[in-house]
């Protein structure tokens, strides 16, 4: 999705001014009532061994432990496993600003600890359509702890990709880890220790219930949450098992301090949209990065400057299905000259139309290399024809990987993966080339990454 939009927020880190609000260190040995409840059991798959027994929860040297247990003890109970969470439901509620939570958590086959948000109304509000905000969520024996939202949008009608809805990022297993998120008018922001790990921002106007992220009040869910009854992915042999949490704090923003602008097409959900006209080139601006480009839209013309291919990519993507655009600013650049895809590794015979798909989708995310032998179920008339597609969407075909100098970028390599699994792995690799670490070390793990993003969409569709 809309990667421009994502960076024109410059990192909260950095440029946000927070004030720290609310805070709770569980020092005090005992949870506060004005603030905590225990989570009851209930039917929801994360609920059902919920309990309210004294030997799930403890406070040990400043934390919050939260326990998973085989239920060998309460008699009167029929729940195979017993699972200790607590929430502020009806007790307390975060606007816009920051949540931080540092955590420690055991893992183990079938133990599932998250700490997440839902949003609290006067009014009900149907699950999904209030959003769901995963700030962490981690499985079995991930590598990763995974950043997901759900909406309307990416539950019900299933729009997954655009944007993308969920993110892995590494943590120190074994480790106290700080999670938090920023939530804005205009996007979710996700970190691990500080580090930025994925940004959900509100796409076309958060049409189709996107993004109900900005509508209430949140508040906070902490758990151990264990499989269903009859799991044979419990590993009954790791349990107990633990979440600690050494705090929770609340940041908002200083106003008096932060004068840094929200884009105002998405921090004004009323913000007036015009039909788009045309779009002429600033000839007057020139950058030295060949990627770079400068987009100003007003009243629906487009001023662009630098690269006009990702522009008008970039540009395709703001136009609703109204034919309207809003006022708006984009500057952006990647940091690396190469970002290609490889498929000399495809098991399959590749057809015109297949290939044209990927180049579709590496434009989307604004790749710039596509490295193919030509060999496929593709006349050579059709492979010039594709090469020509290419190269109008600024994707340059090669034979071969060329040399990379100073290791300025990376190839990913594809082989028999789906639509599904091909996209996701474009996108992240997209993140992955515009900010962090770049080499072999970033494009390694690609296909266990995928194949944790599809085990999660098949268990979220049954």
């Not at 001014?17 to 905590?36: M, N, T």
């Not at 948000?117 to 509000?125: D, G, I």
């Not at 107990?240 to 301090?257: C, G, N």
């Not at 989708?361 to 492979?383: I, P, R």
């Amino acid at each position: 999705m809309l990667f421009s939009f994502v960076l024109t927020l410059v990192p909260a880190q950095e440029h946000r001014r927070y004030v720290l609000v609310w805070h709770d260190e569980f020092d005090s040995g005992v949870l506060d009532p004005e603030v905590w409840s225990k989570i009851p059991r209930s039917k929801a798959n994360w609920a059902v061994h919920m309990s309210k027994d004294e030997s799930l929860y403890a406070f040990e040297e400043g934390d919050l432990v939260l326990r998973g247990v085989v239920n060998d003890y309460l008699e009167k109970d029929t729940a195979t496993f017993l699972t200790g969470g607590v929430w502020c439901k009806e007790k307390k509620t975060f606007g816009f600003g920051r949540i931080e939570v540092r955590a420690k958590f055991d893992v183990a086959q079938g133990y599932w600890p998250a700490i997440w948000m839902l949003p609290w109304t006067n009014h009900a509000v149907n699950w999904p359509n209030g959003g769901e905000i995963d700030i962490m969520e981690h499985f079995s024996y991930s590598p990763f702890v995974n950043h997901t939202v759900h909406s309307h949008y990416t539950h019900d009608l299933g729009r997954r990709r655009r944007p993308p809805y969920t993110a892995y990022k590494y943590y120190d297993a074994g480790q106290y880890n700080t999670y938090a998120v920023e939530r804005f008018r205009d996007s979710l922001v996700f970190f691990v220790n500080d580090r930025r790990a994925f940004s959900y921002p509100r796409y076309r106007n958060g049409q189709n219930g996107q993004f109900p992220f900005d509508q209430y009040e949140f508040y906070l869910i902490m758990d151990a949450q264990l499989g269903l009854d009859g799991s044979p992915s419990i590993d009954v042999e790791r349990l107990p098992v633990e979440l600690r949490i050494d705090f929770v704090r609340y940041y908002e923003l200083d106003t008096k301090t932060d004068v840094i602008p929200e884009p105002q097409d998405y921090q004004q959900p009323g913000t007036r949209r015009f039909r788009y006209r045309r779009m002429v080139m600033n000839g007057k601006e020139q950058f030295d990065n060949p990627d770079e480009y400068h987009i100003i839209v007003k009243r629906g013309k487009a001023k662009v400057s630098g690269n006009m291919k990702w522009a008008q990519s970039t540009l395709t993507q703001l136009i609703g299905e109204d034919g309207k655009i809003a006022n708006l600013e984009i500057h952006d650049k990647a940091v690396c000259s190469y970002r290609g895809v490889s498929l000399d590794k495809y098991e399959k015979k590749l057809t015109f139309d297949e290939v044209k798909s990927i180049l579709e989708t590496m434009a989307f995310y604004k790749l710039n290399y596509l490295q193919w032998n030509g060999k496929g179920d593709c006349s050579k008339a059709e492979v010039n024809s594709l090469k020509e597609y290419a190269s109008n969407m600024g994707i340059i075909m090669v034979d071969a990987i060329p040399a990379i100098p100073n290791n300025r970028g990376g190839f990913l390599s594809l082989n028999a993966f789906g639509p599904e699994e091909v996209e996701a792995l474009m996108a992240f690799s997209e993140r992955c080339w515009r900010g962090e670490i770049v080499g072999e070390s970033r494009l390694a793990n690609f296909k266990e990454r995928v194949e944790i993003h599809k085990t999660r969409f098949q268990n979220k569709k049954q």
